[in-house]
Nanobody
Framework: VQLQASGGGLVQTGGSLRLSCAAS????????MGWFRQAPGKEREFLAA????????YYSDSVKGRFTVSRDNAKNTMYLQMNSLKPEDTAVYSC?????????????????WGQGTLVTVSS
């Protein structure tokens, strides 16, 4: 499956952005999906995961209550709604897919990765 993240940009502290991850190539609804980010000089960080149906979601403590992951299987797209953005949220955001329908929080559980989209939060 091919993945493409989009929707990044420059936003002020406290602002919002919605990222999209468009999938193609295989049956999107077969795959659990996840969002990750990587800031300069830092390791990749798990943010959110969603099961194939969208019923089960997981979040990292750093984004819980501010970010919401969702998916539309009819549109082969996953979303990440990001609210109350902070300068420390600045990073390249990437989406990933598993060869399983079960949500998972670790990067090593994901097989397919898309190119990231840059989010910059100004103070």
């Amino acid at each position: 499956v091919q993945l493409q993240a989009s929707g990044g940009g420059l936003v002020q502290t406290g602002g919002s952005l919605r990222l999209s991850c468009a999938a193609s190539g295989r049956t999107f609804s077969n795959y659990a999906m996840g969002w990750f980010r990587q800031a300069p000089g830092k390791e990749r960080e798990f943010l959110a995961a969603i099961s194939w149906s969208g019923v089960i979601t997981y979040y990292s403590d750093s984004v819980k209550g501010r970010f919401t992951v969702s998916r539309d299987n009819a549109k082969n797209t996953m979303y990440l709604q990001m609210n109350s953005l902070k300068p420390e949220d600045t990073a390249v955001y990437s989406c990933a897919a598993r060869n399983s329908g079960s949500a998972y929080v670790r990067a090593e559980g994901y097989v397919y990765w898309g190119q990231g989209t840059l989010v910059t939060v100004s103070s």
